[in-house]
């Protein structure tokens, strides 16, 4: 009997009630699970040439290359989206369980570089791979409870929404969504600010994405070691490409700022937090053109991206109208 209550203790504390209230899609988790993939392998290949950079004595580390950091990268990061859908069946609150379980895995997944490190490796390159599987635990977080959310089925019955005391955040989130679709006609909320340039938002993410790819591109084309000067002579194609899509992202994050004035506080802080990402980032762009100054300016960049993609990620996976005036 003992056993059994304690059992049930940690399920409860673990909030694994097997009363699941909704689960994400099987088409929405493969595009997570893409997105996850290609944005994990991105990092890794950012922080690797960030790191032989700054610490050159760890070129040539073993785990610096691909094929071992990607063959491990890939395996960690499909198991983790297969635990996703998982995770949303057996509670009512997966962000929240979801969230520990990453962190766990993540602190399990430092035990072997610290053992690694007893061992004699050296502790820049070590640093170096702790920060890697820290940075591949986010993406793939973020890009499964943003892009793959669980979601109130269509056709749910009418007291599966009745009960928001036992959904976490997310859960509030979405059944207020569901509330706003019942709504008769004369209760109709005001379109959001967001809700009214939803295309152009998304267009400056999509740009904010693409310069964070066009970036590691460069990175790993265009030589690090080159001298002082505007354009290199290797990789000036890539080099261009990234110089004219932050061009459109910084013209496009100005607008946005300027098109958010009279909305929501989050709306608009997301807004400025993504213009100064992209303002920190073309900063170190500017000082990358300085052989001196180069490390910093790749540093400040890989900040900068972070940054804008979070401030335009923000609102567009939160809920879109504005809250009913009563």
């Known amino acids: 009997m003992s056993s059994s209550i304690n059992v049930q203790r940690v399920l409860a504390a673990a909030r694994v009630d097997f009363k699941p209230e909704r689960q994400p899609s099987l088409g929405s988790v493969g595009v997570a699970t893409a997105v996850a993939l290609g944005g994990s392998l991105g990092v890794d290949a950012l922080l690797v040439a960030f790191g032989t950079a700054l610490f050159p004595a760890t070129r040539g580390f073993v785990h610096f290359r691909f094929s071992d950091y990607g063959l491990l990268t890939t395996i960690g990061v499909v198991m983790a989206c297969g635990a996703w859908p998982l995770t949303a069946r057996v509670t009512s609150a997966p962000r929240w369980l979801f969230l520990r379980l990453a962190v766990i895995l993540t602190l399990a997944l430092w035990l072997p570089d610290i053992l690694i490190l007893v061992r ?52 509030a989130t979405t059944l207020a969504a569901v509330d706003t679709m019942t709504r008769p006609a004369d209760d109709a909320v005001p379109r959001s600010v967001l809700s009214r340039h939803r295309a152009a938002w998304l267009s400056v993410l999509a740009l904010a994405g693409l310069e964070f790819v066009l970036g590691v591109l460069a990175l790993l084309i265009v030589p690090t070691g080159r001298p002082t000067g505007w354009v290199p002579s290797h990789g000036s194609l890539i080099y261009d490409m990234h110089a004219a899509v932050g061009t459109l992202l910084a013209v496009g994050a100005v607008l946005l700022v300027l098109a958010s004035r009279d909305g929501e506080r989050s709306v608009r802080v997301s807004a400025i937090i993504g213009l100064v990402g992209v303002a920190v980032g073309a900063a170190g762009g500017f000082l990358t053109v300085d052989h001196a100054l180069r490390l910093i300016g790749m540093g400040l960049m890989l900040v900068g991206a972070m940054a804008a993609l979070l401030g335009y990620m923000m609102p567009v996976m939160g809920p879109t109208e504005a809250p009913a005036q009563h």
Do not use: Q, W
């Open 120 to 171: 004699g490796e050296p502790l820049d390159a070590v640093a170096v791979l702790m920060f890697m599987h820290l940075a591949i635990a986010l993406v793939t977080y973020n890009s499964l409870v943003h892009v793959a959310p669980p979601k109130v089925p269509l056709f749910t019955r009418p007291e599966a929404a009745a009960h928001p005391a036992r959904a976490d955040a997310d859960d």
